[in-house]
């Protein structure tokens, strides 16, 4: 997470997914804020998945979507 943060300027919020990789390593589904707005419910979020080597070095992220904080899956 470390290295997220780093590499995007942004905090991790949450983790909502792990799997493991099958060349070893793991997947990781980090949601982030990315526009704070008042009320909280209404600020940007977004996902991120995020893969890391059996070490923990980051060597994959990409941005999946982007979605307002107070909305749900259906």
Same mark, same amino acid.
């Given at each position: 997470?470390?290295?997220?943060?780093?590499?995007?300027? +942004?905090?991790?919020?949450?983790? /909502?997914?792990? +799997?493991?990789?099958?060349?070893?390593?793991? /997947?990781?589904? $980090?949601? $982030?804020?990315?526009?704070e707005?008042?009320?909280?419910?209404? /600020?940007?979020?977004?996902?991120? &998945?995020?893969? $890391?080597?059996?070490?923990?070095?980051?060597?994959?992220?990409? +941005?999946? &979507?982007?979605?307002?904080?107070?909305?749900?899956?259906?």
């Open positions: 997470m470390e290295q997220f943060g780093s590499l995007t300027g +942004r905090t991790p919020e949450a983790v /909502s997914g792990v +799997r493991a990789l099958p060349e070893g390593g793991w /997947s990781v589904l $980090v949601d $982030v804020v990315e526009l707005r008042v009320p909280a419910t209404t /600020s940007v979020m977004a996902t991120y &998945r995020v893969d $890391v080597d059996a070490t923990g070095e980051l060597f994959a992220c990409e +941005r999946l &979507r982007r979605f307002t904080r107070g909305t749900t899956d259906i």
